[in-house]
C-alpha cells in the first residue's frame, strides 16, 4: 500500500515574498542605472550621489503609491463583485443553485452529483461557495493596501542602498565598472534567492533578473556617455 504523503506547496508564500524581491530588485536596477548614467557624464561624486538619493525617494514613493493604487482597487472590484453576488443571491436562489452545479459540471462532474455538492455547499455557506468557485475570490487574497505601500517602498530603499553604498566607498576611476559588477551580483543573489524560497529553478531565475539589469544599465551608460558629450 503507498504510504499518504502531505506534499508543501509554497505558492502561499510567493506572495508577499514576490513582492520584497521585485521591490528591492528594482531598487537596485533603477538606482544602479541612474547611478551608472550619470557617471557617464563624467558627473562629480558629490551629483551622482545627490542623484541616487533623489533617485531612491522618488522610487520609493513611486512604488508606494503604484501599490497601494493597485491593491485598493483590487479590493473595491473583489468587494463590488461579492455585493452583486449576495443581492443575486437573495433574488434568485433556484438560478444560483443550477449556476454554480453548472460550474462543477465543466469541471468533470455529472449533473447529479454536480448538483449535490452545489446544494451542500450552499447550505453550508452560499457566499463563500460562490465567491470562490465562481468569481475566483478566496479570502486568502484579502488586500491590505498600506501594508503593500510600506512593503514596496521599504523593499525598494533597501535595493536602491546597495549601489549608493557602492558609490560611497569606491574610488571615482573605477565607479561605473564596480558599481555594474557589484549590482549584478545583488541581482542574481536576490533573484536565486527568491526563486529558492519559492521552490523555481535558481539558475534560471538569476539569468534572467540580471540579463534585464545589465541592459538597463547599459542602455542608461550609453545615454549617459552620449549626453555627458553634447552637453
Ligand atoms: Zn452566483
Excluded at 3 to 24: D, N, S
Excluded at 107 to 126: I, P
Aim: overall charge negative.
Amino acid at each position: 500500500m503507498r504510504a499518504l504523503h502531505i506534499e508543501r506547496h509554497r505558492t502561499e508564500r510567493i506572495g508577499w515574498l514576490r513582492a520584497a524581491v521585485l521591490g528591492a530588485n528594482d531598487g537596485i536596477v533603477s538606482t544602479a542605472s541612474l547611478v551608472v548614467g550619470i557617471a557617464a557624464a563624467h558627473a562629480a561624486r558629490s551629483d551622482i550621489l545627490v542623484a541616487g538619493v533623489a533617485g531612491l525617494v522618488a522610487g520609493a514613493m513611486s512604488m508606494a503609491a503604484g501599490e497601494y493604487v493597485s491593491v485598493s482597487s483590487q479590493a473595491d472590484t473583489e468587494q463590488a463583485d461579492i455585493e452583486r453576488e449576495r443581492k443575486e443571491l437573495s433574488n434568485d436562489d433556484k438560478y444560483e443553485h443550477e449556476e454554480l452545479a453548472a460550474i462543477y459540471v465543466k469541471r468533470g462532474l455529472d449533473a447529479s452529483l454536480a448538483k449535490q455538492v452545489a446544494d451542500q455547499l450552499m447550505a453550508h455557506d452560499a457566499l463563500t461557495a460562490h465567491a470562490r468557485d465562481e468569481l475566483g475570490i478566496s479570502d486568502t487574497l484579502s488586500a491590505r493596501p498600506v501594508q503593500a505601500a510600506l512593503a514596496s517602498a521599504g523593499t525598494f530603499a533597501v535595493g536602491a542602498a546597495m549601489p549608493l553604498l557602492t558609490v560611497l566607498v569606491t574610488p571615482k576611476t573605477a565607479l561605473i565598472p564596480v558599481v555594474v559588477g557589484t549590482s549584478i551580483l545583488f541581482l542574481a543573489i536576490l533573484g536565486g534567492f527568491g526563486a529558492y524560497a519559492g521552490g523555481a529553478p535558481v539558475t534560471k531565475a538569476a539569468l534572467r533578473v540580471t540579463f534585464w539589469g545589465a541592459l538597463a544599465m547599459a542602455l542608461t551608460a550609453g545615454v549617459g556617455a552620449l549626453f555627458g558629450a553634447v552637453v
